[in-house]
């Protein structure tokens, strides 16, 4: 069974940054892709991006230029890294693994969640 645990969300003023990590309990987590998804209230889980093993990329639109999602292998940890950020960031983030795609179906493992507040 594989544990994701997200942290560094908070409250930001619009414009300003947070990263986002996500520690895996999964000695192979070189060997597999992650992604982040985000859930504001009364919407769906929405695809925000994603990294492959191999370090290839994929984006949300809304994202593309503000977002970056990197890994570190050696500590079995992603990242997501935020900026320029506006309120309608605003949202619970998760991160997931085992998987590739932009739909919730696509990943078989997911964290609980960090909540990621930006104020106008």
């Known amino acids: 069974q594989v544990q994701l645990v997200e942290s560094g969300g908070g409250l930001v003023q619009a414009g300003g940054s947070l990263r986002l990590s996500c520690a895996s309990s999964?000695?192979?987590?070189?060997?597999?892709?992650m992604a982040w998804f985000r859930q504001a209230p009364g919407k769906e889980r929405d695809f925000v991006a994603a990294?492959?093993?191999?370090?290839?990329?994929s984006y949300a639109d809304s994202v593309k230029g503000r977002f970056t999602i990197s890994r570190d292998n050696a500590k079995n940890t992603g990242y997501l890294q935020m900026n320029s950020l506006k309120p309608e960031d605003t949202a619970i983030y998760y991160c997931a693994t085992r998987g590739w795609g932009p739909r919730e179906d696509d990943y078989n493992y997911w964290g609980l969640g960090t909540q990621v507040t930006v104020s106008s």
């Open positions: 999964e000695r192979t987590f070189s060997s597999y892709n």
């Open positions: 990294i492959r093993w191999s370090g290839g990329t």
